[in-house]
């Protein structure tokens, strides 16, 4: 049982779309920070809660396949479990019940890490649609840690989870391959030190095929014991999404209309609250030119300051509104499927099916996606993304567009429910994602490395979004413009004042 100190730390981790994030949100609520991990632009999700008395503060690790990072978001949660500046208390190990063999591959390592750990059997209710039935009695005795089956969706066994955190403890069990270790590293002692030497440049290539091998046969028979399914699952309403939304034709049909779909809403509705927003700051500017002394002071807050700020604020509805859609196709597990068929597409011009989120959100805002890069695990298909994101047209330019498609196409009628100048205006966009794939083909062939590039995404269960999740990444991406990108914007605004100001006559 842990000692009661003034908090507890817990750290969350998991496979991509095992329900992580929506298990944090549900353990803290609203009582949650958003920052960035040291040197890197990964995001830090950490809250916190009280339970008995005692304050248990929790760390959302990026999602990770294995202990053996093939990206920076999984270096980061690699190294975040291994840090001695943090000393985490807790890990929950968070699992997609209905598939719970694939992710046991990294439940298994951080097990071996020799931290107390709980297991968590996320999304239960897919698992009972399914006819699986787990025995977690058993699991528990071939893990060696508790096991706990939560929907965090509907926040069922959350309770049952913060007691077993309490309660947790570090396993006996080994899942290592101990001989190969030897055999190998004869002057490393644990699991853990093996991990810690792929970060001071050890090559551990072959000890990670042959652990893997050794490890899913230990795992085979985990599920074998504790899992019982039909032999034959049953065609879920999942399965038969997929043969439209993943179809070789219907399925970028499909993806081009919730595209056009998307730009209508960015370019149509969030026109209001924009004039909104401009109106207001010029009325403000107005109000305080002619409230303080006339001079340069004035003539900084105003056209510097003020009018910096405006430039920001203006366009968060259109950032808002496009992370709005992003989040409900992530959640939805949408997105996914937009990834898995735009991957053979995207590899023709150096590119991989992780570049598609990073180049629909540059339409807002190239900041923020240019950090959401951090995902291509392939340093080539990264830098090139990078390079070719600002291609894109992005919110700034929208002032311009406007002013052309007013003039030349003024007097146009509306094509049925669609706007016509939304038309054009998603034209002019798809002319910049044109450019972007040109100069990436340039790119594919200019840059040259010998790492070999590849696509690794698991397909979740379409679900129905949960607005709490959707709501706090809307609200996270907002901030992130509005504070870091803000920033430079604001301080371009006061340089251009003063060089504008103080030109010579």
């Not at 093996?194 to 599920?223: M, P, S, W």
């Amino acid at each position: 049982m842990l000692a009661k100190n003034a908090h507890i730390s817990i750290a969350l981790v998991g496979n991509p779309n095992s329900g992580k994030s929506t298990l944090f949100n549900s353990l803290t609520g609203l009582n949650q920070k958003t920052g960035n991990y040291a040197g890197v632009t990964v995001d830090k999700h950490y809250g916190a809660y009280k339970f008995k008395g005692v304050e248990y503060k929790i760390t959302d690790l990026p999602g990770t396949y294995s202990l053996y990072p093939k990206s920076i978001d999984e270096e980061v949660a690699c190294k975040a479990l291994l840090s001695k500046d943090e000393e985490v208390d807790v890990v929950v190990i968070v699992t997609d019940a209905s598939n719970l063999k694939r992710h046991l591959l990294l439940a298994t390592q951080v097990i071996d890490l020799k931290k107390r750990c709980v297991l968590a059997l996320n999304m239960i209710d897919e698992a009972d649609k399914n006819n699986i039935t787990i025995y977690k009695e058993e699991l528990e005795k071939l893990l060696g840690i508790s096991v706990v089956a939560v929907n965090s969706r509907l926040k069922k066994g959350i309770e049952e989870l913060k007691e077993a955190i309490v309660q947790a403890r570090i396993s006996d069990s080994l899942f290592y391959h101990f001989e190969k270790q030897k055999q190998l590293f004869p002057q490393l002692e644990s699991y853990q030190s093996i991990i810690e030497a792929q970060f001071k440049g050890n090559t551990i290539k072959e000890f990670e095929l042959a652990d893997n091998i050794h490890r899913f046969a230990k795992i085979n028979y985990i599920i074998a014991k504790c899992i019982k399914q039909p032999e034959q699952l049953s065609k879920s309403i999942t399965q038969k999404l997929d043969a439209f939304f993943t179809h070789k034709i219907y399925g970028f049909a499909f993806f081009f209309l919730i595209l056009f779909v998307i730009f209508q809403f960015i370019f149509y509705v969030a026109e209001y609250p924009m004039t909104w927003i401009e109106d207001s700051f010029a009325y403000l500017m107005n109000l305080t030119a002619s409230s303080l002394p006339q001079g340069q002071l004035n003539d900084l807050f105003v056209n510097g300051i003020l009018a910096g700020i405006s430039g920001i604020v203006v366009f968060v509805p259109q950032i808002a509104l496009l992370f709005f859609f992003i989040a409900i196709l992530e959640d939805t597990g949408y997105m996914a499927r937009a990834s898995f068929i735009l991957d053979k597409v995207m590899r023709r011009f150096g590119l991989n099916g992780k570049s598609v989120i990073p180049m629909i959100s540059s339409v807002a805002c190239a900041v923020p996606s240019i950090m959401s890069t951090r995902t291509i695990t392939n340093w080539k298909d990264r830098i090139i993304t990078i390079l070719v994101t600002p291609l894109i047209s992005c919110s700034a330019r929208l002032p311009v567009y406007t002013l052309l498609i007013s003039i030349m196409f003024a007097g146009k009628k509306s094509l049925g429910i669609f706007n016509y100048e939304g038309i054009v205006l998603m034209s002019m966009y798809l002319l910049g994602f044109a450019a972007a794939l040109l100069a990436a083909i340039i790119l594919k062939y200019v840059l040259k490395t010998t790492e070999k590039s590849y696509f690794i995404m698991e397909l979740p269960v379409y679900r129905k979004p949960q607005w709490q999740t959707v709501g706090m990444l809307v609200f996270d991406k907002v901030k992130v413009f509005l504070f870091d990108a803000g920033k430079i914007i604001l301080a371009i605004s006061i340089v251009l004042w003063f060089l504008t100001s103080h030109a010579p006559g």
